[in-house]
């Protein structure tokens, strides 16, 4: 049994070597179930074997233990991912849902409540609707889960940023009704905290700018 | 008058005892089986330490860009999912490759083109994606017709680079490589080759 799962590992570890060849797979495999200490020099199982198989233990190195473990995370990500899927049909021509589509994120959200980027479609959704307060609340707790991490909030604004400028688009396709200013001013929101995260001075200014020209469209009458 | 007639306690017990000892038998074998399935993991009955260690929301900027970049490499993206997943505390992220034979993925295929892919690998380790992102690790799992994974492989952007550019020893990228199976699934993955 573990000489066959030593072969196919490396059958699978070839995609990495670039190894060819039948009796190389196989010396590999053995080689590299040797330096696990998972079979002995004779090539029996040792009783690591027995621990990695029926445990997966760990590898002595936790960062590798997580990026092993991480398919099973995935396996969560996957689902809510379908609902967010399901989420963006509802909004789409005819089918247009909102009520619908607020219900798949709400499961998303349900699924993987730590996941920011659900409570800014969510939100972004909820500003389009006319509440603007849930929406806000969406917006803070997604922030809290960045607990201030600098790549996490810039990656959660510009996310939230695509979301609300889908939203806009949404408004402007499906009504002859100006936008909802909250879009506007979330918007400006969103593009003042990245000009803040910045570092190069022409993205900060980039960034500034269109927030302003967010706050003029939103500050000129032309939303509701 | 009723009169009962009792059987020895010690046969009594001699038999509930054998019972019990097959049930605590039956228990620990479904125990076993369970964890050799990986039934607690993949359910979330157990914490992981990708919980742990990575960041609940993955980079999904990054993950379509690196998507883009393999296929623009020439690497097969049928039944792929790719994503980027920042670690916590660090600027470090992983790549996690994936490769899913029930939405499309066909190792057989992979196999006959090893050469091929594996000179597309290393074009595709020099991404300047990969870089912007500061992958330090890449991961590749594969997953059965049946959805179940089958096994992962991961090894740190350094070692593979070192591996395609053939500046490291064999025993040197063998050390770098490591590896987790889910056991039941790769025997009958090897029976469907017989």
């Not at chain 1, 621990?51 to 590798?64: A, E, H, L, N, Y």
């Not at chain 1, 607990?147 to 609300?164: E, T």
């Not at chain 2, 799992?141 to 593979?160: H, I, P």
């Amino acid at each position: 049994m573990n000489i066959r799962s030593v072969l196919i590992l490396g059958i699978a570890s070839i995609t990495l070597s670039g190894c060819s060849g039948i009796d190389e797979l196989i010396s590999f495999a053995k080689d590299w179930a040797k330096d696990k200490d998972i079979i002995s020099d004779n090539g029996m199982p040792t009783g690591k074997t027995v621990s990695r198989v029926v445990f997966g233990s760990s590898t002595g190195d936790s960062k590798v233990d997580a990026v092993i473990d991480a398919g099973y995370m995935l396996r969560g990500i996957k689902q809510a991912e379908d609902e967010a899927r399901n989420a963006n049909a509802a909004l789409q021509g005819d089918a247009y849902n909102p009520n619908a589509a607020i219900g798949h994120l709400s499961q998303a959200i349900d699924m993987r409540p730590k996941d920011w980027h659900y409570r800014n479609q969510r939100g972004a959704l909820l500003i389009e609707q006319g509440d603007p307060d849930a929406a806000k609340e969406d917006f803070i707790k997604a922030e809290e889960h960045c607990n201030n991490a600098k790549g996490c909030l810039q990656a959660l604004h510009r996310g939230r940023s695509a979301a609300l400028n889908e939203s806009l688009q949404r408004q402007f396709d499906r009504s002859d009704a100006d936008p909802k200013c909250a879009t506007y001013r979330s918007l400006s929101a969103s593009q003042l905290q990245l000009a803040v995260l910045a570092e190069d001075p022409k993205a900060k200014k980039r960034y500034r700018d269109t927030a302003e020209e967010y706050d003029i469209k939103a500050s000129l009458g032309e939303c509701l | 008058m009723l009169s009962f007639q009792t059987r020895p306690g010690k046969a009594k017990s001699g038999c509930l005892g054998c019972v019990g000892f097959l049930v605590v038998v039956a228990v620990v074998l479904f125990i076993l089986g369970a964890f050799a399935f990986r039934i607690p993991q993949e359910r979330g009955l157990v914490s992981n330490a990708a919980e742990e260690h990575l960041l609940p929301t993955p980079n999904r900027e990054a993950s379509l860009a690196i998507k883009n970049a393999a296929e623009r490499s020439g690497l097969p993206v049928a039944g792929v999912d790719l994503y980027v997943l920042p670690l916590k505390n660090t600027d470090e992220s992983i790549l996690y490759a994936s490769l899913d034979a029930s939405s499309g993925f066909d190792i057989q295929s992979v196999a006959n083109s090893i050469d091929d892919l594996a000179a597309k690998g290393s074009v595709f380790l020099q991404n300047a994606e990969i870089k912007k992102n500061n992958i330090t690790q890449i991961s590749t799992e594969y997953k059965s017709n049946n959805g179940s994974r089958m096994f992962v492989l991961t090894a740190s952007t350094d070692t593979l680079r070192a591996a395609a550019n053939k500046s490291i020893t064999r025993e040197e990228f063998i050390a770098g490589l490591e590896a987790d199976a889910n056991i039941p699934q790769l025997i009958s993955f090897i029976q469907s080759f017989r």
